[in-house]
């Protein structure tokens, strides 16, 4: 079965780092991008960048430049996200998907709930 | 960067109801626009890809037309499994989503 399965909620503190994880299965996992979504609570989807397994190339979006490391291990199928120092404003729900060759997302993960709060 | 803006914001339907949501590109995009359709507390689904090539499994009351700088996504008989927020996703340059409709009930 196709899917994207994604590492559980976090609860964190402003300053702490995190890394969440995108685990494909189903498919070659090294030959399709993946991007990472952002969701903020009751607003709409931000792509923060995309990254190609097969030899980690990473386009991040300019609006998240700088802000998260995009990275992944093909040897074990699996994206991550991470933040060195997270803030409040990271609140949010962060989806990884997969892109089709033409630039579609065809396939998402559940979603991974990341809160921020002293 | 390419900017995506749907209409409406919200739209009230009833069961049955015919309904249409537009979603226009800061400049020419080919046919390279996406709907995405996400329920409250799920992830975002494919429905078409391409401007109008349904997703496989995705059922025919869904359809979407469009090209350029706008495009329309249909519901041809609005069901009660339907009432969710879509979003349209360009991929012509770089990916960008547009705010979202969300189609509630009237």
């Known amino acids: 079965e196709l899917q994207l399965e994604q590492s559980g909620a976090e609860v964190k503190k402003p300053g702490d780092s995190l890394k969440i994880s995108c685990k494909g299965s189903?498919?070659?996992?090294?030959?399709?991008?993946i991007g990472w979504v952002r969701q903020m609570p009751g607003k709409g989807l931000e792509l923060l960048g995309i990254?190609?397994?097969?030899?980690?190339?990473?386009r991040s979006s300019p609006s998240f430049q700088g802000q998260v490391t995009i990275s992944a291990d093909k040897s074990i199928s699996t994206a991550y996200l991470q933040w060195s120092s997270l803030k409040a404003s990271d609140t949010g729900m962060y989806y990884c998907?997969?892109?089709?060759?033409?630039?579609?997302?065809?396939?998402w993960g559940q979603g991974t709930l990341v809160t921020v709060s002293s | 960067d390419i900017q995506m803006t749907q209409s409406p914001y919200t739209l009230s339907a009833s069961v049955g109801d015919r309904v249409t949501i537009t979603c226009r590109a800061s400049q020419s995009i080919s046919r390279w626009l996406a709907w995405h359709q996400q329920k409250p507390g799920k992830a975002p689904k494919l429905l078409i890809y391409?401007?109008?090539t349904l997703k496989s499994g995705v059922p025919s009351r869904f359809s979407g037309s469009g090209s350029g700088t706008e495009f329309t996504l249909t519901i041809s008989s609005l069901q009660p499994d339907d009432f969710a927020t879509y979003y349209c996703?360009?991929?012509?340059?770089?990916?960008?989503f547009g705010q979202g409709t969300k189609v509630e009930i009237k």
């Open positions: 990254i190609f397994p097969a030899d980690s190339d990473t």
């Open positions: 996703q360009q991929y012509y340059s770089y990916w960008t």
């Open positions: 391409d401007a109008s």
């Open positions: 998907a997969r892109q089709d060759g033409a630039g579609y997302f065809d396939l």
């Open positions: 189903g498919y070659s996992f090294s030959s399709y991008w």
